[in-house]
């Protein structure tokens, strides 16, 4: 009687590999896919999973931002007082699903649009002046100069104008969630108390199916224009500052780019600069969208954009502050997940023996 096992050809030893497919377990080699998909799309990964905690952890804050912006509150304090008593704790969270997948989504492809934009200009620029932008950011003791902030800025202002498309109807939806019980309560200049309360308490897509029934399917992109605008110029100042203060930071201490204590304080200051520049965009974004959700189908004039109004500036402590922790968090998370998964090590001899 042949020996138990003996027709099996011996398919490995301490310092042999596996000859077949099926001598390899599925799980390892679904593992090692992971790990190489994971490294390929390392970015994204990074951005989606940093901008869940980031937008939870502050989202409290930019409900109050978007309540001061769209109606009078005597202070901060009064507007979360209001809040609390009418709405409860919930009220502070009230929408934020939709921002959870929303910005989510759009980080991500923000993010990846930013990284492809940053080497294409990088390539160009290099090309067109014998300099590259991105060497020079992380040369030691290099400071910032024009082809690095034309190459962050751009690319920003690139990132920022293509994810508006996808932003506006759930930046719509979010501001509607925020707001409805105050466009239910008060009536601000519109005397349909039908389509001001109709909006209230709706989860993200019925709210989408109201704006529908009372402004169509373009309705969903009300205040559109100056969305396109604010995250155009936002982003692009955004990234500039992120890039900047960082390389600065790094400088000053002669370590990396992306030590912990550069990313945190350029995370913050990028929040900083980028909502203060386009604050007054953004607080006659709000009003429009408010308006177009409670006038119903009535055209509505689009309010200017005032610099130098102190009350377009209304919401900004809050806006800044919430910004601030927002991006702390989320670039500290960010370069940390990043780090983390370039050390990944994957078997690409194992994937390419079984034709994977």
């Known amino acids: 009687m042949p020996e138990r096992g003996g027709d099996r050809t011996d398919i490995s030893n301490a310092y042999g590999r596996p000859r077949d497919i099926q001598d390899v377990s599925r799980a390892v080699l679904r593992s090692e896919q992971a790990k190489r998909w994971t490294k390929r799309y390392r970015t994204e990964v990074a951005a989606s999973s940093s901008s869940l905690l980031s937008t939870f952890v502050a989202y ?12 009078k509150f005597n202070s901060f304090a009064d507007c979360v007082r209001h809040t609390y008593r009418t709405e409860g704790f919930h009220g502070f969270y009230r929408g934020v699903w939709s921002p959870l997948a929303s910005i989510t989504l759009v980080r991500t492809v923000s993010f990846s649009i930013y990284q492809k934009s940053k080497y294409f200009l990088d ?22 100069t024009l082809s690095t902030i034309t190459c962050f800025g751009l690319s920003g202002a690139m990132a920022g104008a293509a994810i ?3 932003a506006c109807p759930f930046e719509l939806t979010k501001l509607s969630a925020q707001i409805s019980v105050l466009m239910a309560d008060r009536k601000d200049g519109s005397t349909n108390d039908a389509v001001r309360k109709s909006y209230q308490n709706l989860g993200t897509f019925r709210t989408a199916q109201n704006l529908v029934r009372h402004r169509g399917w373009m309705g969903l992109y009300s205040g559109f224009h100056l969305h396109l605008l604010r995250d155009t110029i936002g982003t692009g100042i955004y990234f500039v500052t992120y890039e900047s203060v960082k390389q600065l930071l790094a400088n000053a201490r002669g370590s990396s780019p992306t030590s912990p204590l550069a990313v945190v304080t350029a995370g913050g200051m990028c929040g900083l600069v ?10 006659a974004k709000s009003i429009y969208q408010r308006n177009c959700l409670v006038g119903g189908k009535d055209k509505q004039t689009r309010p200017k954009i005032q610099f130098l109004n102190p009350r377009m500036y209304r919401g900004l402590g809050v806006s800044m502050s919430r910004s601030c922790v927002v991006n702390a968090i989320f670039f500290t998370a960010f370069e940390f997940s990043k780090k983390r998964i370039n050390r990944i090590t994957v078997n690409e001899e194992l994937l390419q023996e079984h034709g994977l």
Do not use: E, H, M
């Not at 409290?60 to 109606?71: E, G, H, I």
């Open 123 to 144: 390539d160009w620029i290099y090309q067109a002046t014998g300099s590259s932008p991105l060497v020079i950011a992380n040369t030691k003791d290099a400071l910032p």
């Open 164 to 166: 508006t498309t996808i």
């Open 274 to 283: 980028s909502w203060a520049c386009i604050f007054p965009i953004d607080t």
């Open 60 to 71: 409290p804050l930019d409900s109050v931002k978007t309540r001061l912006q769209a109606y």
